[in-house]
């Protein structure tokens, strides 16, 4: 019981906190050009690279039909959109792996990465699709960011446009797995590991 509890008011407070932020205003946003335009390019790349290959989670784990179609969703976007920002990076005369970021945001991602995918193996059931759907909320929120920050800063209004394409499909994303975490959440304070 405590620990239906305690995921219920954690899963409250993230929705309280994500209602509460403020979306950054114009002139925050235009602040830093070209070089924030490379950047979130290179991070989003980067992000997406690894979420094509987010289906493999399912030969691990096979869990409920909706979590599945979900999951292999965000892989099959995030795979059509790759080649796109390859393309992006290879016109400004960079390589994919050229962003280097400050080695203390390098060990933190590190140490996230690693608290998730422990999670995510000791999970089962409901509570592995809580796990699995809580980092797709993060991961996907990253993603819209970054695509939204690019397409504002992009150098021409065709690339702006493309960014805008993929930010519009993460956002879709976002909001299914949302819709979709708050399900789960319902599932996991209502009683037993049930699937759908």
Request: net charge negative; glycine share 4%; charged share 25%.
């Amino acid at each position: 019981m405590t620990l239906r509890l305690s995921l219920f008011c954690l899963l409250a407070a993230l929705f309280l906190i994500a209602g509460c932020t403020r979306s950054p205003d114009e002139t925050s946003i235009r602040a830093g050009g070209e070089s924030s335009h490379l950047d979130c390019i290179l991070l989003l790349h980067q992000l997406l690279s690894e979420e094509q290959h987010l289906s493999k989670l399912l030969l691990i784990k096979k869990e409920s039909d909706a979590l599945e179609e979900l999951v292999k969703s965000i892989s099959k976007t995030a795979a059509e959109h790759v080649p796109t920002l390859e393309n992006m990076v290879v016109q400004m005369g960079k390589q994919s792996g050229a962003l280097v970021l400050p080695p203390g945001e390098t060990a933190t991602r590190k140490a996230i990465a690693k608290t998730k995918q422990d999670a995510l193996l000791a999970a089962s059931g409901v509570e592995f699709e809580f796990e699995v759907l809580l980092t797709q909320v993060e991961a996907l929120n990253y993603g819209t960011h970054l695509a939204l920050v690019a397409s504002n800063h992009a150098p021409n209004p065709e690339r702006a446009a493309q960014l805008l394409r993929m930010r519009t499909d993460l956002l879709d994303l976002h909001r299914d797995v949302t819709r979709h975490l708050r399900a789960t959440a319902k599932r996991l304070a209502d009683g037993p590991d049930r699937r759908e």
